[in-house]
């Protein structure tokens, strides 16, 4: 079976700095990666993924991700963020193929420092 | 284009009751997802419906059980209610289910048992 790590539970950084938000897998097949944001009272959507191809992956808002198959990491970057930006974000993983279920990491709360 | 809806928004049972939690998927998608989002757990995957038949459970007592309709709309029923079971319950839905597919969330249903 598959999981995700978020070892960062909060992450403070203070406005137009860079952040980064760490991300680790453990799966013994092919994996599919995503990245889903949880803004204040609103339900998740979708940021980025990973199905194949290019490792570096960009998504809406400024954001990217970079999958590392050796270091089973999908972190996500932005160079410069916002006061909208502050959110909850998950992590999550699926083993590629029909039906897998996709399973969500505990989030990593992102608050931006005016 | 109506997104993801639940209901109800709030639900207040009792320890022992049983609740049943409604979602009515974007219209064209098939595929319906049941998470629980306990404080500090992230979400955990419950269960998975697609084209009316369960396709993936996750790691729940069978008291956790639902069902999907011919319109694609699910419920979720939860019986025998324990204290623990209060939670945000999220539902999400996609275009089938062969695998990366994007989520689209619902708002959820705080579920308070007391």
């Known amino acids: 079976a598959q999981s995700v790590t978020q070892l960062d539970s909060q992450v403070p950084v203070f406005e137009e700095a860079p952040v980064e938000l760490r991300c680790n897998y453990s799966s013994s097949v092919s994996v599919y990666l995503f990245w889903y944001v949880q803004y204040p009272n609103q339900g998740l959507q979708l940021l980025l993924k990973y199905l194949s191809g290019s490792t570096l992956v960009k998504g809406i808002n400024g954001f990217e991700a970079e999958f590392n198959k050796s270091q089973t990491s999908f972190h996500l970057r932005k160079p410069s963020v916002h006061i909208s930006d502050t959110a909850e974000y998950f992590c999550?993983?699926?083993?590629?193929?029909?039906?897998?279920?996709?399973?969500f990491g505990t989030g990593t709360k992102l608050q931006v420092i005016p | 284009e109506a997104g993801v809806t639940q209901s109800p928004t709030h639900l207040i049972k009792t320890r022992g009751q049983q609740a049943t939690l409604r979602c009515s998927p974007i219209?064209?998608?098939?595929?319906v997802y049941w998470y629980q989002q306990a404080l500090g757990l992230g979400l955990q995957f419950l269960l998975w419906y697609d084209e009316g038949e369960e396709r993936n459970r996750g790691n729940f007592p069978p008291r956790f059980s639902g069902r999907q309709f011919p319109n694609y709309s699910s419920e979720l029923n939860v019986n025998a209610l324990e204290l623990e079971d209060s939670a945000l319950y999220l539902c999400a839905s996609s275009l089938g289910g062969q695998g990366g597919e994007k989520l689209f969330f619902g708002s959820g249903t705080q579920l308070s048992v007391l």
């Open positions: 219209s064209g998608h098939t595929s």
């Open positions: 999550a993983v699926t083993r590629s193929g029909g039906y897998q279920k996709v399973t």
